[in-house]
């Protein structure tokens, strides 16, 4: 049975190899993840391109049966038991100094009416931006409407309001202007839009082939974009070691 390649499997597994290959491995704070952005200016920029009217930060609280990924059978399966009912709406995660993207994600609405995501989340986080869409319902009735930018490029965000005030905490790179990380950008986008469109058309479907192959395409070309930046940042911290006369640490080469 053909299956659907988890990305954090994906990039562990390589990172892994790459550690086994070069008899090092990669500093835990050069390591790239999607996470929950600051409450910064960027993030508000992205959420207004999203085209959200209301953004929520929700505690996660994940349940002992919740599995992650599967956020709606989570709450479908946790409304059986606890009774309340779903949520739909998008959860906003970014990707230091790359792209900030929208995931459909399902929460808990409690009987008392209190909002909590109860799907773990990657990196064990405790808190989620999470904006809701349309009304609670206890009954599915298909994902919400996409927002009007579901991903968007950090410095395409940054590029259209150069005088908004800056209060970014995320991590920068020498990379983020290259050509190479641009186009492998572009490239991620391209398969983003193409999956996106699948799913939108037929839903996600882990059965059909052709679905299968562009989530697995998806999830190579995050794992090379990540590994990429990651690379040239250990490479960098070697640069500045050596000119400091310091120990140069081993830099992966992609």
């Known amino acids: ?3 659907i390649n988890d990305f954090e499997t994906e990039l562990s597994a390589t990172r892994e190899m790459l550690s086994e290959r070069l008899g090092a491995s990669l500093p835990a704070e050069l390591r790239l993840r999607q996470t929950t952005p600051p409450p910064d200016e960027t993030t508000r920029l992205f959420c207004r391109s999203a085209g959200f009217d209301r953004l929520e930060y929700l505690d996660v609280r994940p ?8 956020s709606y059978d989570n709450v479908r399966e946790h409304i059986v038991r606890c009774g309340g009912c779903v949520v739909h709406g998008w959860i906003v ?8 993207e929208a995931e459909y994600h399902a929460v808990w609405q409690s009987p008392d009416g209190a909002l909590v995501d109860i799907t773990p989340q990657p990196g064990n ?5 999470f904006a809701p869409i349309g009304v609670p319902e206890s009954a599915p009735s298909g994902p919400p409407p996409w927002p009007a930018k579901k991903r968007v490029k950090i410095l395409d965000l940054e590029d259209a309001e150069p005088g908004h005030e800056k209060r970014v905490s995320l991590p920068r790179s020498p990379l983020e202007r290259d050509p190479r990380l641009v186009a492998a950008l572009d490239d991620f986008f391209v398969l983003a839009e193409r999956h996106d469109a699948f799913v ?5 479907q882990a059965d059909l082939p052709e679905y299968v192959s562009l989530a697995n395409d998806l999830v190579n070309a995050k794992v090379k974009i990540f590994l990429m930046v990651e690379s040239t ?3 960098s911290r070697a640069d500045k070691h050596a000119s400091d006369g310091g120990e140069v640490p081993a830099a992966p080469s992609l």
Do not use: C, N, W
Request: charged share 15%; proline share 6%; glycine share 10%.
């Open 1 to 3: 049975m053909t299956t």
């Open 200 to 204: 939108a058309r037929t839903g996600a």
């Open 63 to 70: 349940t002992s049966a919740a599995r992650p990924g599967r």
């Open 93 to 100: 995660r970014a990707v230091p100094i790359l792209f900030y």
């Open 125 to 129: 986080e405790t808190g989620v931006f």
């Open 233 to 235: 940042m250990m490479s």
